[in-house]
């Protein structure tokens, strides 16, 4: 019994002389993507150098998530410390001062080491509200045995009129292959970064400098017609409901001979766990029309915090560690290489290692640096963004584009109505918000 | 004399219910099977029926990265209480307007119903800062309160519906024997209320367990239900339906168990009216 109670007193006393730690509790809203689900995996190694920050996660889906963090941070709600935004909200959220500007990642962050362009992506004025996780920019993944079969070789840097010409020539529609994937699915995020990168390489813009709406140029029209030209003659049935995985599942069944989108995809489609075509894919640029413009777009999924937040320290120790050099090689030593998140750092793209898994990497920086969010087209605009402008009216009236353009590649509507009816949505829009009169 | 009803007919109408009621199942079947199936297969064109690769990785894979019990008792939590919130104060509601109605009775029943019209979304920022004030943001009690006050009109009108079809001279003859209000409610009304009760229940537990708009917009972790958990399944890049048919099907499985045991009651409350 003596045993017991002086067993029971020694535990109460080094219970007390331990020192208290006051735990601070970040609370980090992202998006299913399998990055962010690897980091989520990788929290411990975080939280066992801080012991005194405890971090837990809300993933949602994107859209749920954007929505969800808008009333929040609007509404200063307070709910979430880190949040996983894209390069589309930085700029807008940054100048309404929704973000704390992160100045304290510390010494030995590196800031720069990120791609400039990506740093740019999520600066205002100079001042970084964002750390870019991961960034992607859009190329041709194309099957190598079907282009050799056929006798055609693909450029690095190819035009329009080859990647048509080839998608013709490529397509065996008995045969259940498919020239070119490209999307179609209606909404900002989905059909409309494609097509709004692809107008750029043509030569078009969204609004001039006025923010008059350009949807009446000619440019906009070779645009839409050649892509709804090129997807009926070569593309798979029903594209216009086709988004990135639907098109991810066509590549990696070996059902397209190209597809044209997010250079993360790429990881993906070699893979020869996911894919039927992994040891069978090339990469090249995404094409152009000789202008100048490719039809790359950029984004990066970064991390922000909040300004009402009231853990600011914690949460910007834990975005330096996220977003760091240490951790591309805690992720590399415990998934390999291929499975750092790429897009964000030079650094990576230096490194032997990351190059020898990656026969993609060289096309991926490629593609980041050929795209610009500062002057995404040929001709001058008003806004930022390569293929949307950061303007908080964007995500409804991209949408609503969107459709009609989707609309005229299922064939329910002209290339014609779709732009006069774009043009006219759009009008009303900016209207309503004050652009213009 | 009763219809003859031939062999023949019997046939016919037990098939035809059978397709329909197939029909119907389809979709949540096809879920199931999905979340058997790897990625690539669950997205495959054309997909395969029965025979893939059959597979649990996708639930290991879910096991692992969520925590599905917290999300079911908050789901349990959350649509077991504001059900049963909504039923108090509806069932008095519903007697009093069944059985003493006055002019402006039918005005109420319809204003009631007319806050269901309005979208929910149109009320998202208002309801948002009131939560944020008094605290109720990512709690139970704020998620029970908003999910009983969105439910009520519905409980409200279909209890009416029920204790209108019982006939006031039953309880009128419950009165003359001498039954206090009370004894009338528990001893008279309850008994032939039964099945109404049940299927309003029933009905407004599933109408909440499903609900999604507030749960995903009040809730962070803390008070997450099975709503918060499915939609984290969803990847904007990447494939992912057999892990979300594996996350929806274990978030439809309590439900789909207890619809299951209690169908009979729901059929008889839901036809009440009909056969009385």
């Not at chain 1, 017991?4 to 006051?22: H, K, M, T």
């Not at chain 1, 990696?252 to 040891?279: E, L, R």
């Not at chain 2, 054309?46 to 059959?54: A, D, G, K, Q, V």
Request: charged share 15%.
């Amino acid at each position: 019994m003596k045993n017991v109670l002086c067993a029971v007193a020694g535990a109460a006393s080094l219970l007390i002389s331990a020192p208290s730690i006051a735990q601070t509790t970040l609370t980090v809203a992202t998006v299913n993507n399998s990055d962010m689900i690897r980091m989520q995996g990788l929290t411990s190694e975080f939280t066992t150098k801080n012991p005194d920050i405890t971090v837990k996660w809300v993933t949602l889906e994107e859209n749920v998530l954007r929505q969800r963090v808008t009333t929040d941070i609007a509404t200063k709600g307070g709910q979430f410390d880190v949040l996983t935004i894209g390069t589309y909200e930085v700029p807008i959220w940054a100048k309404k001062s929704w973000l704390v500007p992160l100045d304290k990642l510390g010494a030995d962050y590196d800031v720069g080491d990120l791609l400039p362009k990506i740093k740019d992506a999520v600066s205002v004025d100079g001042k970084l509200y964002a750390a870019p996780f991961y960034g992607e920019s859009s190329m041709v993944m194309y099957r190598t045995d079907l282009f050799d079969k056929a006798g055609l070789k693909m450029p690095e840097s190819p035009t329009w009129d080859f990647v048509v010409d080839a998608a013709k020539k490529l397509t065996d529609k008995s045969g259940g292959v498919y020239g070119i994937c490209l999307r179609g699915k209606a909404g900002w995020g989905e059909n409309m970064a494609f097509l709004t990168a692809m107008s750029n390489s043509f030569g078009a813009r969204w609004f001039d400098e006025k923010w008059e709406p350009q949807f009446n140029s000619p440019e906009w029209k070779k645009t839409l017609a050649t892509y709804v030209d090129l997807m009926k003659q070569a593309g798979p049935p029903g594209a216009s409901s086709n988004g990135f995985n639907e098109n991810l599942a066509l590549f990696s069944a070996g059902k397209c001979a190209m597809w044209i989108d997010a250079t993360v995809a790429a990881s993906m489609v070699t893979n020869p766990k996911d894919s039927k075509v992994a040891d069978k894919v090339g990469f090249a640029l995404a094409p152009n029309t000789g202008l100048g413009k490719n039809a790359n777009w950029l984004w990066a999924w970064s991390l922000a915090i909040p300004a009402g937040s009231k853990k600011v320290d914690a949460a910007e120790k834990f975005i330096a560690w996220a977003t760091s050099k240490d951790y591309t090689k805690l992720v590399a030593s415990k998934e390999g290489w291929s499975n750092v998140p790429p897009g964000t750092r030079t650094s990576l793209y230096k490194n032997p290692d990351y190059l020898k898994v990656a026969p993609f990497a060289k096309l991926t920086l490629a593609s980041i640096d050929a795209a610009d969010p500062n002057k995404p087209t040929v001709k001058p605009v008003p806004y930022v963004g390569v293929q949307y402008a950061a303007i908080p009216e964007f995500q409804g009236i991209g949408t609503q584009v969107g459709q009609q353009f989707s609309a005229a590649l299922s064939g329910s509507t002209t290339v014609d109505a779709a732009l006069s009816a774009a043009q006219s949505a759009t009008e009303r829009e900016m209207k309503r918000a004050g652009y213009i009169k | 004399m009763a219809r003859m009803v031939t062999t023949r007919n019997k046939v016919i109408s037990t098939t035809a219910a059978w397709l329909v009621g197939f029909l119907i199942f389809f979709p949540i079947l096809w879920m199931v099977l999905a979340s058997f199936k790897t990625e690539l297969e669950a997205f495959a064109i054309p997909p395969s029926f029965l025979f893939f690769h059959w597979t649990t990785e996708n639930y290991v894979t879910v096991q692992e990265r969520s925590d599905y019990f917290h999300h079911a008792l908050n789901s349990i939590i959350i649509a077991g209480g504001s059900t049963l919130i909504a039923m108090l104060i509806a069932i008095p509601a519903a007697w009093s307007m069944a059985f003493s109605p006055t002019k402006r009775t039918k005005d109420v029943l319809l204003w009631m119903l007319s806050t269901k019209m309005m979208p929910p979304v149109g009320v998202l920022v208002p309801i948002y800062l009131i939560f944020r004030s008094v605290g109720l943001l990512d709690t139970r009690a704020g998620l029970i309160f908003i999910l009983c006050l969105g439910n009520l009109p519905i409980v409200i009108w279909m209890l009416f519906t029920y204790f209108k079809e019982i006939p006031k001279d039953i309880l009128e003859a419950a009165r003359m024997d001498g039954a206090t209000i009370g004894r009338e409610l528990i001893y008279v009304l309850t008994p032939m209320a039964v099945p109404g009760l049940a299927s309003t229940l029933l009905l407004n537990l599933i109408l909440a367990w499903n609900e999604a708009f507030w749960t995903l917009n009040l809730s962070t972790l803390e008070a997450a239900p099975l709503t918060v958990f499915i939609a984290s399944y969803s990847s904007p890049e990447g494939l992912f339906w057999a892990k979300l048919s594996a996350a929806s099907t274990l978030a439809i499985a309590p439900i789909l168990v207890l619809g299951w045991f209690s169908q009979r009651q729901l059929v008889r409350g839901l036809t009440f009216g009909a056969v009385k």
